[in-house]
């Protein structure tokens, strides 16, 4: 099995519906508005009974408690969101060069940019109508576009049209973005054309940018007075505070520029929520909040920013008590019209680091009806034995990859939830209520190991086909299934299993890389770590990209490369390794 751009399964179009955005799903996925409890009368006859019918009586009377209290607290949880609203630190950056784009076989997506010159020659000359430049900040930076007009003679009696275009990489330079083929819709591409009608004068673009190079084209002006530019700059906005950030002592230089580009991809993607990517799709996902978290944790330490998308996140949990597996901030708080039953599973395990990395008990206090109420939806399809049995009604996630059976991985997803919610349960004095637990863990332990290790192998399997991935081995390590020797084993088999189905994204390279840690093999995750994401930045990145596949430049979940994030939340937790308190780890 290959990890090239057929893996990247190619996004169904789905239905743009009033005030939600458009999501690109895998085709082994439905995406359901609204909460998918309980399921559909077919689904339940292929999972069977589920386990809840067993672990005790009680529980649809706790979970109808809980749905009470999710409902009252709500209103609440959204007012605590806006407390927590972040000041932005703003700081105002000017180009460091201009530069030109040129084919280049050699280089990442066939695209490279060579130096044209000072930046500052294109200030203060005439312009005239196709003159082009194309500036380069020096770094990927998020914020806010400005520039002065000036004349130079007679009056400029004519409107100044502009046409812009804002590139994290040089292929969005160097490519068209029309004809459009891709699967998302085409305004998240970075391109404007602006109008001045008043010269001179100062434009400060109302819209947020997320790039490196901005390329400026005159496409009119006044025939008769000239203008010209007298100032262009960028005011760089983030809620990421440097001065908060701990001295790193890096090992060796690959060490340092992990660490650096790590930081600046988490910098750019904190926002006033950690958004999952600054250009695309700017807002916030659970899922890529867990892992922005654990990098915040151990770099710029914003627990406040945690804390209000936390908040987000269960105020716009629906009438069933899901929370948000996505949501928006503007123009009102609002859930995203989906429902993925990995990133609901790992809701508890969020929490619980946040309480363990801030030593903020009151959130986690107040969070813990939605968190147990996550496990009336998780739960669901696990059949009596203890058998997750993939259903139909939800986005099972895992990973940007088309042909990946996600039983396994989503069963130690599944599982590893419920760890998180016992151990949570015993810090805020909640055991009572979390009863029935550990009989759930012991059953879906002795299922995975009875139903999905092989033996033989020394690997866990996934589904009817008894498939082999990392994605699988990596999220059974670290719910705790195999013993430590198997874990062990498990780890070194699949990465010398040709076969095996290999990650497409950063998000899942971020599992495997700490399962191997989790697995005791220290040597084999920082080469894994460096083998990846340093090669992203030996192809270029300032930044670490939303989807990279070693071998395919071009791989996209939305058959597009030019709509991919390449500044992207989840891909920024080499920070997390680097700059862990155990050496090594």
Not at 517 to 530: I, M, Q, R, T, V
């Amino acid at each position: 099995m290959t990890s090239r751009l057929n893996d990247c399964l190619p996004p169904a179009r789905i239905p743009v519906l009033a005030k939600f955005a458009l999501f690109a799903s895998l085709a082994s996925a439905v995406l359901v508005f609204g909460a998918p409890n309980p399921l559909r009368a077919a689904e339940k006859a292929a999972v069977g009974p589920s386990i809840k019918q067993s672990l005790s009586p009680e529980l649809p009377a706790l979970f109808d408690r809980q749905l009470q209290l999710i409902k009252e607290r709500r209103p609440e949880w959204l007012r605590q969101a806006e407390r927590s609203l972040p000041k932005l630190h703003v700081a105002v950056k000017r180009p460091v060069s201009l530069v030109k784009v040129e084919k280049d076989a050699a280089s990442f997506q066939g695209w490279k940019t060579v130096d044209a010159g000072k930046a500052d020659t294109v200030l203060n000359r005439p312009m005239l109508p196709g003159d082009s430049f194309i500036l380069d900040f020096g770094e990927h930076l998020t914020g806010y576009f400005k520039f002065a007009l000036r004349r130079f003679d007679i009056a400029v009696d004519a409107p100044v049209r502009l046409a812009l275009i804002f590139a994290e990489m040089p292929a969005e330079l160097g490519e068209p973005f029309d004809p459009y083929p891709g699967s998302l819709t085409r305004s998240w591409l970075q391109d404007e054309i602006v109008n001045i009608d008043d010269v001179p004068g100062e434009t400060r673009l109302p819209r947020r940018y997320a790039f490196r190079y901005a390329k400026v084209t005159v496409v009119a002006a006044s025939r008769y007075g000239k203008f010209g530019f007298a100032d262009i700059s960028l005011e760089a906005v983030t809620s990421a505070d440097e001065a908060q950030l701990r001295p790193f002592l890096a090992r060796t230089p690959a060490d340092a520029a992990l660490d650096r580009v790590s930081l600046r991809t988490l910098r750019d993607c904190m926002q006033t929520v950690f958004e999952d990517g600054p250009k695309r799709d700017r807002r916030l996902w659970l899922g890529d909040l867990r892992l922005q978290a654990l990098a915040n944790y151990r770099s710029f330490r914003n627990y406040e920013l945690v804390k209000r998308s936390l908040y987000l996140l269960a105020g716009t949990a629906d009438d069933q008590g899901l929370v948000a597996t996505c949501a928006f901030e503007r123009p009102e708080p609002m859930r995203g019209g989906n429902a993925i039953l990995d990133y609901t599973a790992l809701l508890a395990p969020t929490v619980l680091e946040y309480l363990e990395a801030s030593g903020d008990r009151q959130t986690p206090l107040n969070l813990w009806p939605l968190v147990l109420k996550q496990l009336d939806f998780t739960l669901e399809p696990v059949n009596t034995e203890g058998l997750f049995v993939p259903p139909k009604g939800w986005w099972l996630f895992v990973d940007w990859h088309r042909s990946l059976d996600k039983q396994a991985p989503e069963h130690a997803i599944v599982l590893l939830g419920l760890r998180a919610t016992q151990t949570l349960a015993e810090k805020l004095g909640r055991q009572d209520e979390a009863r029935f637990i550990p009989e759930a863990i012991h059953r879906m332990e002795n299922a995975a190991r009875q139903r999905l290790w092989d033996e033989t192998q020394g690997l866990f399997v996934s589904g009817p086909k008894r498939e082999v991935s990392y994605a699988s081995q990596a999220w059974m390590v670290l719910a705790g299934v195999p013993s430590p020797e198997q874990a062990r084993r498990a780890m070194q088999g699949v990465l010398r299993q040709p076969e095996a189905v290999k990650p497409v994204t950063p998000y899942l390279h971020h599992y495997v890389v700490e399962a191997l840690f989790a697995a005791g093999l220290a040597e084999a995750a920082n080469k894994h770590l460096h083998d990846y994401w340093g090669t992203m930045i030996q192809k270029g990145a300032d930044t670490f990209w939303e989807v990279f596949v070693p071998g395919d430049d071009f791989a996209s979940p939305y058959k597009s490369h030019l709509m991919n994030s390449y500044c992207h939340a989840w891909s920024c937790t080499p920070v997390y390794f680097l700059r862990a308190p155990a050496a090594g780890k």
